[in-house]
């Protein structure tokens, strides 16, 4: 109960002492942020991909996991860019994205990337999870990714149902943290993404405690924006809003010089 593609590894690129942690996708894998990763690790930033647990293996194995496990991990990779790194930021995808505002809370991160994160989810059966876990243990993952995705990215073709039900859990828990996070954010969103309510991320938008916030809503983005057509719009965007950040910082330094 899977589609394979490479080897699934964490990825590292290495760089100078700005540094990013880019978490992947609930069920996805490393592969489907690589392209804004490269973009990233191109500016001279180090940039980490950490594989969360569970993924990249098979489903029993993600079955085994929850929310708990995932954000531990990026984390973990928060805690130890931080060792390489004098700033560090948190970028994700879809779940990836939560989690990143969910760690900026927690962890002294300049800024947060964060994209197509889930607060509603467009497929409503998703809600149905907690009832169904105890009738089957899988349920087939509907397919809207295009054939390049899935001849070059591993992902799963089905859902562990107690992995879901940790996903909402997640999105409760988190959902009620954003008030707290105070850091810089840029929101990205594709409007006509097929898995998460576009509307999840206006709600992100207005919950954050964030006095530096955007939103930059793609036309026509589905949910996969690093690996999507407008991917090097999604890059420049990402690009820019470090740049303005390491910016600040440096003119900080300049005036306390």
Known sequence: MQITGRPVTPLFFPGNRTGIVLIHGFTG???????????????????QVPLLPGHGTDV????RTCWRDWVAAAEKAVVELRQKCDRVY?????????????LAHYQPVVGVISLAAP?????????????????RRYAPKE????????LTHFNYDHIPL???VSLLEFIRTARKQ??????PVLLIQGDADETVDPASAEYIFHQLGSREKKLLSLPGGRHLLPLGPQRQQVA??????????EEQSNEGVSRRI
């Open 90 to 102: 948190l970028a994700g995808l879809s779940m990836g994205g939560l989690i990143s505002l969910y």
């Open 178 to 183: 954003l008030p707290l996070v105070q850091v």
């Open 119 to 135: 607060i509603y989810l467009k497929n409503k059966k998703a809600y149905l999870a907690p009832y169904l876990r105890w009738v």
């Open 143 to 150: 397919r809207q990714e295009d054939g390049h995705y899935l």
């Open 60 to 63: 029993e194995e993600l079955a």
């Open 162 to 164: 107690a992995a879901l």
């Open 236 to 245: 420049e965007a990402a690009i820019a809003f470090i740049n303005s950040l």
């Open 29 to 47: 894998s490393p592969g489907e942020v690589e392209p804004l990763g490269r973009a990233l690790a191109a500016q001279g930033w180090t940039v």
